[in-house]
């Protein structure tokens, strides 16, 4: 490691937190612009699944949180004021390489044998900052506003932050070069933070265990656990993501205190096997997506349960409470609503005391100027966690297109062509919002990948008209962690059309079958639900329906349909075509 980490927490509820620089330069050391380390601090009250955290790092928006807790090391030179009136530019900090002419701060961690003079002869001494002579490493002081059960440092280095990338894209006016390095940036992960160290304290009585899965997904052996021991009803657990193994429980009766997954993190509790959370579940959301939790033996938690979803700013997200009745309070203060299927429109819920009901749909909005990134939690107690066979609530309402909201209700993804569901009276396809359009998959075709619908994910279905009372039930056995490499579309005759223009895409799927007729069939079609007003439009006409999906019959010797488009701004759209090699000449 080029750092070390040490914890202690005091009585006072202080956390101190001391880095080490283990290199023979300066922590960090380079160039200055955009590169940075910081300390991403997690502190745990597991009684009340609070989590106070300083360094938070947002992977999808690139963003540095800077609550004024948050411990940064870097340089960073600017313009002096001897030159600003000279080159135009006030005095301060900036990304003008070759204009900078003084150092406006370093708090960067000197090696071992530093001394201010030698470092001050040198022209690179701590400024801004201070380091006694032979120091090496550098303390931090957080104010926990609880007594923590156990805490986790992560040491975090960047190499381009977010800010330096838009500096060269938004300057550089003489060629498309800036905006060419921008959109590498954004390609290759937006130049994500490398992990350098990562530390656990925990208090005494609450032995934390953390998984690593370094030899396979056996929850009850010890070479899968960081610490070399399977957990036990006193161990408190942590699943952290970006994992080759996930943990399932293998044992008739296992059991721990707290469980907190992580973002991405996966849990599966086979048939036959128990676990039982004695504490709290925590499930996070964030990068890597929901944690997710697959229950098919017995799982019982006898404390509280928190699941906690991230709502990113500027989008609708659709989502349906993993609980049963949670209330609307987590959304308090920004826009939100339920669907009604008898009117066909959308109703803004404003009392945060509205229970939200279970397996229904709703939509919630967050403005990056007001909010920004939002933590929502549902949290409630073991017994109000969702397993099991679930009913969904669809309705027929002819006079609006037939849709019903509704949404998974479990802490996992579920496969909408697993033949457990009962589906009576309702359509083939199933419509997920993906902040530009209703994506599809009708069984076989689509662009909802594999017919995966995500964790806690609202989404619409649509009756056939066949039944006044059709029936929507998902069973436990759909539940599914992601999708699976081995299921492929099946369907070899299938052509797909995609634009794209300002900014955004839209698909529709052209298929042939036996089954189908000429106008639109419910148990192979998909309808064209309209997506953002900003993207492009396209779709195909079956009989009177806009479709996404149509499937004409093979009967036909001579086939044409027409293709509609709707441009949203006047400005150059690509059309192309996937699909042609399903087809003989």
């Known amino acids: 490691h080029a750092a070390t980490v040490e914890l202690s927490v005091s009585e006072e ?21 955009g590169r940075r380390i910081w300390i991403n601090m997690k502190a745990y009250d597991l009684e009340t699944a609070e989590v106070y955290e300083s360094g938070r790092y947002n992977f999808e928006t690139a963003e540095l949180d800077k609550d004024g807790t948050e411990k940064i090391y870097q340089i960073k030179p600017g313009i002096g004021s001897n030159i600003a009136g000279v080159v135009n530019l006030p005095v301060g900090p900036s990304f003008h390489f070759v204009l900078n002419n003084e150092i406006f701060s370093d708090n960067r961690i000197p090696p071992r044998g530093f001394t201010n003079a030698n470092f001050e002869a040198i022209q690179s001494p701590p400024v801004n900052y201070s380091y006694a002579d032979d120091q090496y490493w550098d303390n931090t002081i957080y104010a926990l506003p609880f007594e923590p059960e156990f805490v986790e440092v992560t040491l975090l280095y960047q190499t381009t932050s977010k800010e330096y ?105 086979p048939a036959g096997t128990d676990l039982t959370v004695y504490g709290g579940l925590v499930l996070r959301d964030g990068r890597d997506g929901m944690a ?9 938690v006898e404390g509280f349960i928190d699941c906690q979803m991230q709502l990113n700013e500027d989008r609708w997200h ?42 229904t ?17 549902f949290t409630g107690d073991g017994a109000e966690m969702h397993s099991g066979d679930y009913d969904l609530p669809v309705v027929n309402a002819p006079d609006n297109s037939n849709y019903s909201f509704v949404g998974n209700p479990y802490l996992s993804a579920v496969d909408w062509d ?57 069973s436990n056995q759909a539940r599914v962690h992601g999708m699976d ?80 488009f709707i441009a949203p701004v006047q400005e150059q759209y690509t059309l192309s075509l996937m699909g042609q090699k399903n087809f003989s000449h």
């Not at 997710?292 to 019982?300: A, I, K, P």
């Not at 203060?333 to 397996?359: C, K």
């Not at 997506?531 to 019959?553: H, Y």
Request: hydrophobic share 35%.
């Open 361 to 377: 749909g709703y939509k919630a909005w967050t403005y990056n100027y007001d909010h920004g990134v939002k933590i929502a939690s």
């Open 165 to 269: 990338v838009e500096f060269l894209r938004d300057e550089n006016v003489t060629n498309d070069a800036g905006q060419v390095f921008y959109d590498l940036w954004v390609q290759h992960g937006k130049s994500a933070p490398e992990v350098m160290n990562h530390v656990t304290w925990s208090k005494e009585g609450y032995p934390l265990l953390k998984w690593t899965g370094d030899v396979d997904g056996d929850w009850n052996n010890g070479n899968n656990w960081e610490q070399d021991l399977a957990p036990g009803a006193g161990n408190n657990v942590i699943i952290p993501s970006g994992l080759a193994n996930y943990p399932s429980v293998t044992a008739a009766s296992c059991a721990c205190s707290f469980l907190i997954m992580e973002s991405g993190a996966q849990l599966t509790v």
């Open 13 to 33: 509820n202080l956390l101190d937190v001391k880095v080490t620089n283990e290199t023979g330069h300066k922590l960090p050391s380079g160039y200055p612009e």
């Open 292 to 300: 997710s939790l697959l229950e098919f033996g017995n799982l019982t």
């Open 418 to 474: 697993h033949p457990s569901w009962v589906k009576t009276g309702i359509g083939a396809s199933v419509y997920v919002w993906d902040g530009v359009q209703y994506i599809t998959w009708n069984g076989s075709v689509g662009d909802l990948p594999e017919g995966i619908i995500p964790s806690m994910q609202g989404f619409f279905v649509s009756d056939d008209g066949s039944t006044p009372d059709p029936v929507l039930t998902v």
């Open 485 to 564: 490499p081995y299921k492929k579309s099946d369907h070899s005759m299938a052509l797909q059309l995609r634009v794209e223009g300002n900014g955004y895409y839209d698909n529709t799927f052209i298929c042939f079958s036996k089954e189908a007729t000429p106008e639109f069939d419910s148990n192979l079609d998909a309808y064209k639900i309209m997506g953002l007003d900003e993207a492009p439009q396209m779709f195909t006409m079956a009989g009177d329906e806009m479709a996404r999906i149509n499937t004409m019959p093979m009967t036909l010797s001579d086939c044409s349909m027409p293709l509609e």
């Open 318 to 359: 659709y989502f349906s409470p993993p609980l049963a009745g949670p209330l609307a309070n987590s959304f308090y203060g920004i826009y939100f609503y339920s669907y009604n299927p008898a009117t066909g429109s959308w109703v803004n819920i404003v009392n945060e005391n509205t229970s939200l009901q279970s397996g």
